[in-house]
């Protein structure tokens, strides 16, 4: 474990410019708060996060309320407020009942950075030298030894939890902007404390204790667990899980229909990770884990039956890549949630929607259709982009019963009855340049990073899934579809 920590990891400074997005949460001491607005924040929904920001400096008769519903909005309350240039650089926060936060501050005075932990109870739960300087930031060893020495954090678990190493690892969390892997040190500094299991299955990623396969005794990395061929997704599991069966329900409704197997198959070029989560989708939970080549399958899972156990439990070496794949398979639902219109509604005709002359239209394919004898003709297919996520397309037919016939059949006669037809009222050269258009299908709020090929393909198998004209016979024309 030890060798993916590099204990040398020095951050250039602390005190670069932030983004706006850190500076703002780097301002909220509560923890709670502080998590609900990171996660607004990556989720990109800013306009909650403004009025949650406007409600993060409490006053203090708020404050006093929020903290009657539930204890665990004291967390980080009480931290003493940062000095002028002063910044939060680490902290740890526990699962008691206050929830509290103990933090490092660093500031620059004189080309020299100042130290101090901090704890919520006026310094009182700080045991060692809690105050230093350096000239260079610390290297993420320094930081581990400076901060638990002054914040005795193995103790406070060993307190608490004796040998229950489980229990003691879910106690807490450890954050750092500035050092990524804090966290990690973290927890392998606690495991190196506390003893190993007696008997039980040791998690391969971790060597976390993670057997017998109950709920409260699983190590970190669990994201489900088998019981007697029952698996129960657990944790960051259960987000993947929901996630993929709504795919799978796409991926089978598009079998039924072929717009939908073409949006799919549009996405699964998008990146190996999407086709492989498209392919996996309908598999039971475990074998979608185990097949998964994203999630490293047959290297980055621990499926090992525990000694006197009935079941086992499903790790992988890092749960937040399961929530990368949750969103994976949120990403392909999204893109694909777009209505296709090849039907007139009532008082809405599809002509209603053709764009403006300066619109520039694009052929998607042309060629000969053939249904039997007497219905054929050719048709050409051409796509427009009039506006972000809106799509139009337009068929563009002729009557190719008059190719190659010349003035000269025309003068002796030799026209049959469906030529004839054709060419009624017209001369030969208006008959056979004569085209009819018509818009046959169109779409909006369609994903902005769609390309002209990718709907040329979905609006073209749309377009012939209701009854439109399919190209038998491609002219040799390059166009938008692959054919």
């Not at 526990?94 to 130290?115: C, K, N, P």
């Not at 006669?413 to 001369?427: K, S, Y």
């Amino acid at each position: 474990m030890s060798a993916d920590i590099d204990l040398t990891h020095r951050p250039k400074t602390y005190f670069h410019p932030l983004k706006l997005e850190n500076y703002l949460l780097s301002k909220v001491k509560g923890a709670v708060m502080r998590k609900k607005l990171a996660a607004l924040f990556e989720a990109g929904r800013h306009d909650e996060a403004r009025h949650l920001l406007a409600d993060a400096a409490f006053s203090e008769a708020d404050r006093k309320t929020l903290e009657s519903i539930h204890p665990m909005f004291m967390g980080g309350n009480y931290l003493p407020d940062t000095e002028d240039g002063e910044i939060e650089i680490a902290r740890i926060s526990i699962r008691s009942t206050t929830s509290d936060v103990t933090s490092v501050y660093a500031r620059l005075e004189d080309g020299v950075i100042h130290y101090r932990v901090v704890d919520e109870y006026g310094g009182d739960t700080l045991q060692g030298r809690a105050e230093t300087t350096t000239t260079a930031p610390m290297t993420l060893g320094e930081l581990a030894d400076f901060f638990l020495t002054a914040w005795p954090l193995i103790s406070l678990l060993e307190m608490n939890f004796e040998d229950d190493l489980n229990s003691a690892l879910r106690f807490f969390s450890a954050d750092s902007e500035f050092y990524p892997d804090f966290d990690r040190l973290c927890r392998q500094r606690v495991r190196e404390h506390f003893p190993e299991p007696a008997i039980g299955d040791e998690c391969p990623f971790c060597g976390h204790f993670n057997s017998p396969p109950r709920t409260d005794d699983h190590c970190e990395h669990a994201v489900a667990c088998d019981r007697d061929g029952e698996v129960e997704p657990l944790a960051a599991g259960k987000v993947f899980v929901a996630a993929l069966h709504d795919l799978a329900d796409l991926v089978d409704s598009a079998a039924k229909g072929s717009p939908l197997q073409a949006m799919l198959e549009a996405q699964a070029r998008r990146s190996p990770e999407r086709q492989e989560l498209i392919d996996c989708a309908c598999l039971p939970l475990e074998e979608a884990l185990e097949t998964l080549a994203s999630a490293e399958a047959g290297e980055g899972w621990s499926t090992r039956d525990p000694v006197g156990s009935s079941g086992h439990t499903i790790c992988v070496s890092d749960p937040a890549d399961l929530d990368h794949l949750a969103s994976e398979c949120r990403a392909i639902l999204a893109a694909c949630a777009f209505e296709i219109r090849t039907k007139a509604d009532a008082g809405a005709p599809l002509e209603a929607r053709r764009p403006d002359a300066r619109t520039e239209w694009k052929l998607v394919a042309s060629g000969f259709w053939h249904e039997d004898v007497y219905h054929s003709g050719h048709v050409a297919y051409h796509l427009a982009n009039p506006q972000p996520g809106a799509w139009v397309m337009e068929a563009r037919e002729r009557k190719a019963v008059l190719d190659g016939v010349t003035e000269e059949d025309v003068e002796e006669g030799c026209l049959n009855d469906d030529q004839i037809q054709a060419m009624w009222g017209q001369t030969l050269e208006e008959a056979q340049g004569a085209e009819y258009r018509r818009i046959v299908a169109w779409t909006e709020g369609v994903d902005p990073t769609w390309t002209a090929e990718e709907m040329a393909a979905v609006l073209y198998r749309a377009v012939c899934e209701d009854g439109g004209k399919e190209i038998t016979e491609h002219d040799d024309l390059d166009g938008l579809l692959e054919v």
